[in-house]
């Protein structure tokens, strides 16, 4: 595995397979992502690198956007608890607070997590950089009765935003 921040120079002296290795995890268990982005380079700073993965979100079919979705674990919910999050949605969860719930608040976004998957078919997502607990709430609270095809370009955007975050933790111009 590489050592980060990488710098951008070094990202584009990479082979594919070490693009990949390095960045398949960016977005959450869709390596795809970062193979249909490393056809984008070189790359002329970290911006233009996030726009090559995030163009590859957007210009992705929807069953494989829909496959993206999917694979983001449920805020708070049973692979943090059981700690099977990836290290880096675990440090993004627990930068909000999600790590130290109360019982009442686990027991919302149980409730939460569980209504969201169960009208959308994909867990709620959002990047929850900045944000706190109850700022995720609230974000629930705003999203949970949005039309099906709303949501679902709203969950694209969040996917983007968290791509972003990430690569900037990741890459140093």
């Known amino acids: 595995m590489a050592s980060f921040p990488i710098p951008l120079r070094a990202v584009n002296d990479m082979d594919e397979a070490a693009f990949v290795a390095a960045f398949g995890d960016i977005a959450e268990h869709s390596p795809w992502v970062a193979a249909e982005a490393a056809k984008a380079r070189p790359f002329i700073d970290r911006r233009a690198m996030a726009e ?6 957007f210009d992705a079919d929807a069953p ?10 449920d805020l708070a919910g049973r692979a943090a608890i059981a700690g099977e999050l990836a290290p880096e ?14 019982g009442e608040e686990f027991a919302r976004f149980t409730d939460h997590n569980r209504r969201y998957r169960d009208g959308f078919g994909f867990p709620f ?38 791509i972003s975050f990430r690569l900037e933790d990741r890459v140093s111009e």
């Open 52 to 57: 090559a993965f995030i163009d590859a979100v």
């Open 64 to 73: 494989r956007q829909l496959g993206l979705l999917r694979a983001h674990p």
């Open 89 to 102: 949605s675990r440090r993004e969860q627990a930068g909000a607070g999600l790590d130290q719930l109360t």
């Open 125 to 162: 997502i959002l990047a929850v950089k900045g944000a706190t607990k109850h700022d995720v709430l609230n974000s629930f609270a705003e999203r949970i009765d949005n039309e099906p095809e709303a949501e679902f370009a709203t969950a694209i955007r969040q996917v983007a935003r968290i």
